[in-house]
């Protein structure tokens, strides 16, 4: 069964903290290991698509990596904002995502 | 990014009744929807793939007769409740994939808060 997990469950940050989620998945068969932003009482937001290992994404504060293995997505100097619950899925050569639990990010001002 | 507009942003029905919800891609054909619930402070669990013009694929689990899903053009798939319990209230999230551009991430609609009383 393929599978995403994420890491941490919760992360508090203060404002300028500097930090890094984690998300591991099934390695055999990921066609693409998806990020995603979701505020409370909405849908997720899309980030970030990566497909092979070495690619990088960035956006504003945000940059997603990917290995053979597992993703991060780095949050550099985070503003209060940027607080929400951030959602890793991946596709394994079929039209689903599978997704991770999520890290609940909170940025402290 | 595409959008998908997703309505009601909430509802609130008696138990017994059924309730409609509807997904919407504004900017763009989407041969394929899918349809989610997500309880607090947990993750996604799809519930059913809806495909333009044939029957919805639904996840192990999930009873086809009580959730009816209906994606009769390209813009616009329909997610029925039927007979809504207080254990069906959820928040119910679907998403998109434009194909046509090769585009592979799937672009979510805000969801509906459903409250079954």
């Known amino acids: 069964e393929d599978q995403v997990t994420q890491s941490p469950e919760a992360l508090r940050l203060q404002e300028g903290e500097s930090s890094s989620l984690n998300c591991s998945y099934t390695?055999?068969?990921?066609?693409?290991l998806f990020w995603y932003r979701q505020d409370p009482g909405k849908g997720p937001e899309f980030l970030f698509t990566?497909?092979?290992a070495g690619e990088e994404k960035e956006k504003e504060r945000l940059k997603a990596t990917l290995t053979k293995k597992e993703s991060f997505l780095h949050i550099t100097a985070p503003k209060p904002e940027d607080s929400a619950t951030y959602l890793c899925?991946?596709?394994?050569?079929?039209?689903?995502?599978?997704f991770g639990t999520g890290t609940r990010l909170t940025i402290i001002p | 990014g595409a959008v998908v507009s997703q309505h009601p942003s909430w509802v609130i029905c008696k138990s017994g009744t059924s309730v409609k919800i509807e997904c919407r891609s504004l900017?763009?054909?989407?041969?394929?929807m899918f349809w989610y619930r997500q309880f607090p402070k947990q993750s996604l669990m799809l519930m059913a793939t809806?495909?333009?013009?044939?029957?919805?694929?639904?996840e192990q689990g999930v009873e086809k007769d009580k959730f009816l899903i209906n994606h009769a053009s390209l813009t616009l798939s329909t997610l029925t409740v039927t007979s809504a319990h207080p254990e069906d209230s959820s928040f119910y999230i679907c998403?998109?994939?434009?194909?046509?551009?090769?585009?592979?991430?799937?672009?979510f609609g805000q969801g509906t808060r459903l409250t079954v009383v």
């Open positions: 998403s998109a994939r434009d194909r046509e551009t090769g585009r592979t991430e799937a672009f």
């Open positions: 390695v055999s068969g990921l066609r693409g």
């Open positions: 990566l497909y092979s």
């Open positions: 899925a991946g596709s394994f050569g079929n039209e689903k995502l599978t």
């Open positions: 900017d763009f054909q989407a041969t394929t």
């Open positions: 809806s495909n333009e013009g044939s029957k919805a694929t639904y």
